[in-house]
């Protein structure tokens, strides 16, 4: 065992530091009788609501029901298409699976692994319905050229946005620019609940309704169904968890944004390390600080080995997963998310990280790389 271990994140780090506000709140629910879709829920709904400067928030049982219940209030279903990108987790592709359309992938940029907005059109067909992006390692996406291809084409735009809350473009935040934005509190997020969460913003009043129903199996009114929905509800745990880091949240995702410009010039003299960088006018929220580089396997074994533990996200390109074989892609058809996916690796990033642990972690890539 190394004498050394520093993790890819430290969720006990960040509970200690809001130890005794958090048991307070929860504390509170706990005494309240009260636990699922409760006043919590109603508050926490308002609170992001306000920090997104969204009219409509419906908080979600994960950031994969989210995205379900978007595309479904969105009036996306069978014998649909919808474009987006295969740098994701398989949840993005399995939520438009989940509504019976299919998904339609177009390759990433090369400098920040987000849908190519220049690949688009071409893959636009007469089926076509929605377009999602990814905010992927919590880069926002180039959402103004995204926006206005699919104001051309009347698509709607649902963003995937949970990697990248708190993020944006200019000065606008992510989640707010297409349709809907879809966000997941589980417990590695930058907003994080202590178990599975999830929230879904929305323009449009009536969808927001409708996602209100379709969270609790299709019911407007108790005891009427006229569609199925899902049980998806938000608890109230998890929601007055999230009220108290949502007040930390800008705070700790500029001390990531620190962490990774440190990393950044850290890496400068190393060629043998490819960065990634944000679009311009956006504000990343480092979600992930990703580093690209050749014999990445073995450089995530000798990292181990010091103690050091990374990851990767994504080993496979979707288009590439079993689970997706259906939809016909086969090696080659995205070159760019492919070759991401064979030199990618996320490194430790988190607000509690110092600047001697990034030292350390960057002289033993020096040393790894140098020695291969
Ligand atoms: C890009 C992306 N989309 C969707 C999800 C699904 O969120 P959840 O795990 O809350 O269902 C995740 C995270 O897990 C994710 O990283």
New binding site residues.
Partial sequence: MPARHIPLLDLQGEYRSIKRMMEESIMKVLASGQYVLGAEVAAFEKEFGFFLKSENVIGVN????A?YLALRALGIGAGDEVITTPS??I??AQAIVRTGARPVFVDVNASDSNINPDLIEKAITPRTKAILP?H?YGFSCEMERIVSIAQKHGLKVVE?C??AVGGYVQNIRVGTFGDAGCF???PTKNLAAYG?G?AVSIKDAKAAEHIRALRGHGSVLRGYYDEFGINSRLDEIQATALRVKLLYLDRWNSMRRRLAAHYNELFAELSEVELFRPAPQTTPVVHLYCIQVEGRDALQEALAESGIITMVHYPVPLHRVGALSSLGYKEGDFPVAERISRRILALPIYPELTFQDQEEIVEEIRTAIKKA
């Avoid at 994960?62 to 029901?65: F, H």
Wanted: glycine residues 10%; charged residues 15%; negative net charge.
């Fill in positions: 994960s950031g994969t029901d995205l994701t987790f949840a993005t990814v992927l995937d949970a990697q997941s509190f589980y599975d999830g």
